[in-house]
């Protein structure tokens, strides 16, 4: 029994943390995960075997409720590999992209009809449980496996409403080597910050999304310390639409049509960064995928 999960990275549009509703769109830094299943009878549990390079406590929380709930009362061995292009701790959702590839594999390899806003559920509540995600970061799974971008509710793990994004932008994305502490860390300080977020919210649900990235960027560079307004308005001078932090940070995400994103990443050469250009996810797998 042989199943693949596809998945994308994602960019924050607005923070979940000081409402519980946020909002992201995928990006086209792929993960891919393969699960082989080998079962051995109706009783007893499944024997997990994940590739060294990729076997952290999220994904074997991943793959063992995946197996729990996609091939209840069996049992056997299920051996996971897992590929991501995307940096980890950065604000680029990894962890939501890999924990929704590797539920969304299992679904398949047990041949199992869920909706991706299922997956995404099942990778929120792992995500919390795990204790990697204060929010359980619905939004940023979802947006990983499906084409624009999503307003969520994260308490409750419902789509509010989806915004099209235009093919003809992309994104400069500006990575520092530096890491993120985890979201539950901080959500006391975003907490206070509620007010704010609920402009960015409110613009996001009405379809302003470069109003709402703009309001969201303002309150976690505020809550985070980052300093990103000189090279945020670099961007602007240069053509970017919006730009904001992803996440928790540190990666700073520029929106702007493709021909202009170049000339985004010639910004502020003094800034420590990787710097690369990508284009907005169509859908995970690259067949256009609508959500239930």
Request: aromatic residues 4%; charged residues 20%; without cysteine.
């Amino acid at each position: 029994m042989h199943g693949v999960g596809d998945s994308t990275a994602a960019i924050t549009i607005v923070n979940a943390l000081p409402t519980g509703i946020g909002s992201a769109v995928g990006i086209d830094l792929p993960v891919r995960a393969e699960v082989e299943l080998h079962p051995a009878g109706s009783s007893g549990k499944w024997s997990v075997e994940v590739d060294e390079a990729a076997r952290t406590p999220l994904v074997v929380a991943a793959l063992t409720e995946a197996l729990r709930r996609f091939a209840p009362g069996s049992s056997g061995t299920a051996e996971l590999t897992v590929r991501s292009q995307v940096p980890a701790a950065r604000g680029l959702k990894s962890s939501s992209a890999v924990s929704s590839a590797v539920v969304l594999a299992v679904a398949r390899a047990t041949d199992t009809d869920v909706s991706l806003v299922e997956v995404a559920r099942l990778a929120a509540g792992v995500s919390i449980s795990a204790g990697v995600s204060a929010t359980g970061a619905f939004d940023d799974a979802l947006a990983g496996l499906t084409w624009g971008i999503v307003v969520t509710d994260n308490r409750r793990r419902e789509l509010l409403t989806k915004i099209p994004v235009g093919t003809d932008l992309g994104v400069a994305l500006f990575v520092p080597s530096a890491t993120h502490a985890s979201s539950r860390e901080w959500a006391p300080a975003f907490a206070t910050e509620a007010t704010a977020g609920r402009v960015a919210v409110e613009a996001a649900l009405r379809g302003d999304w470069v109003v709402a990235m703009r309001e969201n960027t303002q309150l976690v560079e505020r809550v985070m310390r980052y300093e990103y307004g000189p090279l945020r308005s670099e961007l602007e001078r240069r053509g970017a639409l919006a730009s904001g932090v992803s996440g928790m940070g540190p990666a700073l995400a520029a929106v702007a049509p493709r021909e202009r994103l170049s000339e985004l990443l010639n910004s502020d050469p003094d800034f420590r960064a990787e710097r690369r250009a990508v284009a907005f996810s169509t859908t995970a797998t690259g067949a256009r995928r609508e959500v239930p």
